[in-house]
């Protein structure tokens, strides 16, 4: 059942009203993007996603190890552009950004389903 099961961010609904989208997208862009980005100009979050997925997640430190499991899974999402994604694929994501990590944990598809849905800090939609 966790492999059927696809998870999405939800750009249209903002389940904890103290975090915007917008702030949270924003601190997730490259020093070159955020360069760029200029804060006064109203700006879609779908196009910070468009933006995050072309430039800043080809970026080395983009999902680094000191991430918590949470916002490596998070920014997993975004790096393929917010398009619904199993456990499976996230985790793949993962394992092939932190390989052989000092940081051992556990990123199964098990582990990210349960944590995706569970989260009340991101907007998270199950498929």
């Known amino acids: 059942m966790v492999e059927q099961l696809q998870y ?7 389940v904890n009203e103290k975090r915007s989208l917008i702030h949270l997208f924003t601190g997730m ?3 070159e993007c955020k360069k760029q980005y200029k804060s006064e100009e109203p700006s879609a979050s779908s196009v910070l996603v468009k933006n995050i997925q072309k430039c800043c997640s080809k970026k ?10 949470k916002q ?14 199993t456990a499976r694929q996230i985790s793949d994501v993962l394992t092939d950004r932190w390989g052989e990590s000092v ?7 098990a582990v ?5 849905e569970t989260s009340v800090d991101y907007e998270i939609s199950v498929k």
């Open 8 to 14: 999405q961010i939800n750009l249209d609904k903002n």
């Open 103 to 109: 940081y051992t944990r556990s990123m199964t598809p």
């Open 29 to 31: 862009l490259c020093k």
């Open 112 to 116: 990210i389903s349960r944590l995706l």
């Open 72 to 85: 490596a899974t998070y920014r997993a999402l975004l790096s393929k552009g917010n398009r619904p994604a």
């Open 60 to 69: 080395e430190d983009y999902i680094h190890s000191g991430l918590p499991l």
